[in-house]
Each structure stands twice: as structure tokens, then as C-alpha cells.
């Protein structure tokens, strides 16, 4: 798309970007995050809104006193879980557009908390789902031209989430714990095939450090590169959240970005030259949307303290 403004942009906050020739092709973005509402009347309204990729023409799309969060969008297509309409928490896959208009309800399937993922243009999404009171955070593939869904893992003393497909479509990348019930325990990144099969694990916590028995993920939040070869992730790890990578053999993990604040939950365009994600101090009393050209390492905060709580960024083709 042809957009003198966005060339000028470039130039404005990615100067070492500056000669380099732009494309007319050249995908743009806007970004979606969640956010608390302070409403004294519904106390979990969280809504979700979209901004360009500079922080301007911030919108509050979902607009309704119910907990919305998006984990996913492909290309101009956003995917929300929602509570509206059912019981609190109990959550239901949702599908809008970058203006929030279009709100339909995907599927039957009741969903957790969780990333997901998509492949094959959207049509299918991996999930973290749950079938009545004891079959809880289980691995499911949702149709979102029909709503169908077909379950893959069926463990239901152990937790799976966070799933996220190879940019091929044939791996899933998740985490998992093998007993939900153990307070001792956490979870590790596994990978499998995408009917289930073949299953490795990723990731071995470091027990030495530090922080292994303060609240907060050990791994989880898994995002697959789109033209790297690498899944990144987040980590509570020495007093702090910090987004992490590790190859699809678990035989190379890195930090990914190297300061002294807590990041987490993130986003990869699709072209894989950005990276956007939540960012607070080390108490996390007060979270911001951030954006990285991932090729200059350069940063730019998109937010403002109007809201405290500013998390799980996606991007949305515009």
C-alpha cells in the first residue's frame, strides 16, 4: 500500500532505516493490546484497543462490560475470548475487525486464558480449550469457518497452553505441565507434530536461579518466528520477566533482548521485521506498549499511563 505518511514515519524513529529503499508492498500494521478499564461497576471490564504503529488513533474496539482479550489476529482478522453473554471467566472465541465492527462468535467450545495460534489463512486456530468442570486446559484445533473443533491432546490431570504453530502449520509449539495439582512443579516448552504425535520438551528451567518459586511464568507466551528459525517465549528469571528464544531442537536457548526491565507477552509481524510487546518496571506497577524494528534493535513506547495495565500486543494487517 502506497502511504507517504508511513515513509515518513519510517524515517522519523528508525533512522538507520533511513536509506534504505521502501517498498510499495511493503506490509503495515496496526497494533491491538488489552487493557483494564477502571469502571467502579463491572471491575473486570477489560477492553481491547488498536493504534497505528506510531501510538496515534488509539480506539477502544470492543466497548462492552465483559472481560475481552485478544491473544491472535491473521492478517486484518482479530480474534478475541470474551465472557459476554455466559458466566464470568467462562470464556468463548470471538472474531471482529480492526474498527470492532462484524463481532461474530466462533465456536462452541469454551476456551482458557491462552494464546493461540493460526495456520492455513486462518481457517484453522490451536487452542487451549476445556470441556465441562474436569477436562481443563487441553489442546484443541477450531474450524473458524464452521466452528467445529477437533481435540488433540486428552490429559486431565496435566495443563497445556499457550500453543503455537510452525510457520509451516505441521509443528506445535506449547507449554505443558504434567501435573496441575503440584505447586512444586511448573511448566516447560514441548513441541509436537500437529496431531499430537512425537512430543519433546524445549526447555529446562535453570533451578539455581532465583526466582523459581515467585509467581509468574517459567515458559510460556510462545510466539514462532515467521522467518527465523527460532520460538520465542517468556521467563521469570533473575527477579524479572524477560522474552526469551529457543530452537525447534532445544538445543540453542538465549535471551532475546538484553535490558534491565521486565518484558512480556509479544508479537512478531508476519514479514518478521517487527516485535512488539509489554514492557514495566521490575515491580510491574505500570505496563507500556512497545514496538522494535527487529533488524536496528531500535525502540519506540507507543503508550501513555492512562491505563496501568497495557498488555499482549498483536499485530493487525491494515
Not at 506497577?285 to 536496528?296: P, S
Amino acid at each position: 500500500m502506497k502511504n507517504t505518511l508511513f515513509v515518513i514515519l519510517a524515517i522519523g524513529f528508525l533512522g538507520s532505516c533511513s536509506q534504505e529503499k521502501k517498498s510499495t508492498e511493503e506490509k503495515q500494521y496496526s497494533i491491538a493490546y488489552n487493557i483494564h478499564e477502571h469502571d467502579t461497576i463491572h471491575k473486570n471490564n477489560y477492553e481491547v484497543i488498536t493504534m497505528n504503529m506510531d501510538g496515534t488513533n488509539k480506539k477502544n474496539i470492543t466497548n462492552n462490560p465483559d472481560v475481552a482479550w485478544t491473544y491472535y489476529a491473521y492478517e486484518n482478522r482479530l480474534f478475541f475470548i470474551s465472557d459476554r453473554d455466559t458466566c464470568n471467566r467462562c470464556f468463548f472465541l470471538y472474531e471482529t475487525d480492526v474498527n470492532g465492527m462484524n463481532v461474530n462468535k466462533v465456536s462452541d467450545l469454551m476456551l482458557e486464558d491462552s494464546w493461540m495460534s493460526g495456520r492455513k489463512n486462518g481457517e484453522e486456530l490451536v487452542v487451549a480449550g476445556r470441556i465441562g468442570k474436569e477436562l481443563r486446559y487441553q489442546l484443541f484445533i477450531i474450524n473458524t469457518k464452521t466452528g467445529t473443533y477437533k481435540q488433540l491432546t486428552n490429559e486431565p490431570g496435566a495443563k497445556y497452553g499457550d500453543p503455537c504453530f510452525s510457520p509451516d502449520g505441521k509443528k506445535i509449539a506449547f507449554y505443558y505441565q504434567k501435573d496441575k495439582t503440584d505447586k512444586t512443579s511448573h511448566e516447560e516448552l514441548f513441541l509436537m507434530n500437529d496431531d499430537g504425535t512425537e512430543i519433546i520438551q524445549l526447555t529446562h528451567y535453570p533451578e539455581d536461579n532465583p526466582s523459581p518459586k515467585e509467581y509468574g511464568y517459567r515458559a510460556g507466551a510462545t510466539k514462532w518466528h515467521p522467518t527465523e528459525n527460532f520460538i520465542s517465549y517468556v521467563s521469570l528469571q533473575d527477579g524479572r520477566h524477560s522474552i526469551f528464544a529457543v530452537t525447534p531442537d532445544g538445543k540453542k536457548q538465549w535471551k532475546l533482548i538484553d535490558n534491565d526491565l521486565s518484558e512480556g507477552y509479544h508479537d512478531w509481524s508476519s514479514d518478521g521485521k517487527w516485535l512488539t510487546f509489554n514492557m514495566s518496571d521490575i515491580k510491574e506497577t505500570q505496563y507500556h506498549i512497545m514496538v522494535m524494528n527487529w533488524n536496528t534493535k531500535e525502540l519506540k513506547q507507543l503508550t501513555d499511563t492512562t491505563y496501568k495495565s497495557q498488555l499482549s500486543p498483536v499485530f493487525i494487517e491494515k
